[in-house]
């Protein structure tokens, strides 16, 4: 039997699985979703997915389908193809299993909401949508899923319209993804006039691209990956429900960027220029989230800061020409990432939405399960040996060691590591350990397996999920390294330095008071005081220069031309007009008399 006939009929029997709670209701009335057929048929998919996943391993098929053809212009053509390789084959199972457990965790935390089965569709949706751009073989079928996640993030962010904060969000979202859109456009405009293709296979040449469309392809994955300057839309977006937050960070969206740069690496292959600027916006992006997550207090914004820092370490690697290594540490991330933001649903709602950690503590004694999966994720996070983060992080590290770029991008990231140990340690000790902070309140009941299942299951990915992907698809572009067994170790040291620290600063956050003053903790505080820059100097200084020269033209149109002065010149003009017609002369008098006796002759 032929594989890659198995390979095609799989995916894309995975594809129309998944599809099916959209369209069947579409078809008829009689058929209605609920959020467990919705969680079942994601689970479904799952299974399947495995399929082509385990056949790619087996074999090594890799295969395409085009499935349409559009004749916009005589020569230039759209094909809808999709792509199964190496990428696709192993993050689809990745994100499915992911959003499963994601979706039937919600099945608990949204039972109250009225709209529950609106809201599972509009997660289907965006799983499909991310989907879509994880399979495209083009820039025409990836920018429908680009613009497809990003539609829903919207939706979803402001779910809870009513709430001021999460409709600022999600307008956020929206607004610095559409920054970003600019930069996929503008390349795509490029590829259009110079390559008359939209194929990304077809894009790659072996001569070197310029800088203007790997420019666009850079700000687009910012925009959407939430880098340096266009970054604040990352924590605000937890204003939307935590399964939002756990689907958003974790295997969709936030990796759409580092995923496209992934997917078009070849046009970055013989441009050190476009590598450099990756290399250095990743660097700073991951110093300055790890920065900002230091002194936060929302349990929520923490765990939100901590991708935007390992969305920086993608870019970093993205930057070292090594774009294997950055998918897999999205494939290890995913876990528990979303474990973590699962872990931290369950507890706000056992503390009664209670998110400010300062108000936490002993929760290990409450919920012990949910504790020990909150422990081994941020474990791996950390990048703890041997568990899923260890495997992704340290090889990173590693590399830069052999890098030949920058000096400096290896420092920022040492620094970003040991301050992910700070954070995540000073948010284990505050929320799971002391004596408790909390009002009295019934706890959670965690025999409930809609709300531990999940979590388990990913706990026990964040355990093994490494070990598995690199036994089984190792990068094979990751040059073999060795080095002396101080550079070896040397995330590890830069990490247990960064737990002692944790340590000192967890002593000074155990009270509601604010710490002592000083230059750091503001800035850490402020977020660095980039939105308040961005939102209000620039917007402020914008608006009030406006407002000048609109005063300006008003005094200058108004009071100048039609106001009193303008009158007052009129009125000049007029008598000067009106005296020179008296010159005292009788030809002039005569003159004028015919022309008005002719006038009212003509008229009667």
């Not at 687009?220 to 204003?239: D, I, R, V």
């Not at 290896?410 to 002391?434: D, K, P």
């Amino acid at each position: 039997m032929d594989l890659s006939l198995v390979l095609n009929a799989s995916m894309l029997l995975t594809v129309a699985v998944l599809s099916t709670p959209i369209i069947f209701p579409m078809l008829s009335d009689s058929l209605k979703n609920s959020p467990t057929i919705i969680t079942n048929t994601v689970k479904t998919s799952f299974f399947i997915s495995l399929i082509p996943m385990t056949i790619f391993l087996h074999s090594g098929t890799e295969s395409l389908i085009t499935c349409w053809e559009w004749d916009y212009l005589m020569n230039f053509k759209i094909p809808v193809s999709l792509k199964m390789d190496f990428y696709s084959l192993t993050f689809f199972p990745i994100a499915l299993f992911v959003s499963w457990s994601i979706l039937q965790f919600a099945t608990w935390y949204m039972a109250s909401d009225p709209h529950i089965t609106k809201f599972f569709t509009h997660l289907l949706l965006f799983l499909i949508a991310m989907l879509i751009l994880i399979l495209a073989n083009n820039f025409f079928v990836l920018f429908i899923g680009w613009e497809g996640v990003g539609i829903m993030s919207f939706l979803l962010i402001g779910w809870w319209h009513g709430r001021v904060e999460a409709n600022t969000a999600a307008l956020q979202a929206v607004i610095y993804n559409r920054v970003g859109d600019v930069g996929l456009i503008l390349c795509m405009a490029w590829l259009a006039s110079t390559t008359n293709t939209w194929e990304i296979q077809q894009s790659y040449t072996n001569t070197q691209t310029p800088l203007l469309p790997l420019l666009g392809l850079i700000i687009a994955a910012a925009g959407k990956s939430a880098q340096f300057g266009l970054h604040p839309w990352l924590p605000a977006a937890m204003e939307g429900p935590t399964p939002v937050s756990a689907l958003l960070h974790s295997s969709t969206m936030v990796v759409a960027g580092i995923f496209l740069l992934i997917r078009t690496h070849p046009m970055f292959n013989n441009n050190p220029t476009a590598l450099t600027l990756c290399l250095c916006l990743g660097a700073i992006s991951t110093l300055f989230a790890a920065t900002c997550a230091l002194t936060q207090n929302d349990i929520k914004k923490i765990i939100a800061f901590s991708t935007s820092s390992q969305l920086g370490l993608m870019m970093v690697t993205i930057g070292l020409n090594l774009p294997q290594l950055a998918f897999l540490h999205i494939s290890t991330h995913a876990f528990f990432k979303a474990m973590l933001f699962l872990c931290s649903g369950s507890i706000i709602h056992s503390l009664n939405g209670e998110q400010d950690i300062r108000k936490m503590g002993g929760i290990q004694k409450m919920l012990p399960t949910t504790s020990s999966c909150l422990t081994i994720g941020n474990l791996a996070l950390m990048g703890t040996p041997f568990l899923a983060g260890f495997y992704s992080k340290d090889l990173i590290i590693e590399s830069l060691t052999t890098s030949y770029l920058n000096a400096w991008a290896l420092a920022l990231t040492l620094v970003a590591t040991s301050f992910t140990a700070v954070y995540t340690l000073r948010m284990t000790l505050l929320v799971q350990t002391g004596f408790t902070r909390t009002p009295p309140l019934v706890p959670v009941n965690e025999n409930n397996p809609a709300i531990m299942a999940p979590i388990t299951r990913l706990a026990l990915g964040s355990i093994t999920a490494g070990f598995l992907i690199t036994s089984y698809t190792l990068p094979v572009k990751t040059p073999p390294m060795t080095m002396p067994p101080s550079i070896k170790m040397t995330a590890i040291i830069i990490t247990v330095l960064g737990i002692v620290l944790a340590l000192e600063m967890s002593k000074m956050a155990q009270a509601l008071i604010m710490p002592k003053q000083n230059a750091f903790s503001n800035f850490s505080t402020s977020l660095g005081y980039f939105n308040p820059l961005t939102h209000r100097f620039s917007t402020m200084n914008l608006l009030s220069g406006g407002q000048n020269i609109a005063s300006h033209l008003i005094d200058l149109s108004w009071l100048k031309m039609l106001g009193p002065e303008g009158l007052a010149s009129l009125h000049l003009k007029a008598s000067k007009t009106l005296t020179t017609l008296h010159t005292g002369s009788i030809k002039a008098y005569l003159g004028a008399f015919a022309l008005s006796i002719l006038i009212m002759l003509m008229t009667s």
